[in-house]
């Protein structure tokens, strides 16, 4: 919990307007401000936030308290469950922006939500370094249904 609103509070500027779902290690917030819904994934110092306007997903972001990036771009590819997030299902390597505790990887990916449903992770690759958050797929199905609740609010 605490690594998701500090997450939220570092990315995007104020928290979250409305809790859509919320269970132990994971939540769906709406983004009024931002016209967004977030779906944050969290445990203990580690957390992943997906974020989607109501055209698809936008970005997702990976979150470590250990991590003390200064602003930067660096290049990374990211795996949801056993699948790369690529146009022909090897490694794709993507854009990605670093500051402080945070990695952003802005990103359009259609089938995110599928791939999210059975996924028992989802992982970051970057240069020398691996970073892989556990997902609790008995949750997932209730945590994407909120999601699509909360999308269809937005503008």
Known sequence: MLAATVLAATLLQPVGDSTWWRTKGAEVMQQADQNVCALFVFEQKDAVGF?????????????????NFAPSE??????????????NGGIDWFRATE???????????DPAENLL?????????????DFN???DKR????LLKAVSTCRRHLK
Do not use: C, H
């Open 117 to 129: 449903r059975n996924a028992t992770s989802v992982s970051l690759r970057r240069q020398d370094a």
């Open 51 to 67: 974020f989607w306007d109501k055209a698809g997903l936008t970005s997702i972001v990976f979150f470590n308290e250990q991590w």
């Open 133 to 135: 958050m556990p997902l």
């Open 74 to 87: 660096t290049r990374v590819a990211v795996r949801i469950g056993n699948n790369w997030i690529s146009e």
């Open 99 to 109: 500051k402080k505790n945070a990695l952003m990887v802005p990103i359009r990916y």
């Open 139 to 142: 949750k997932m199905r209730g």
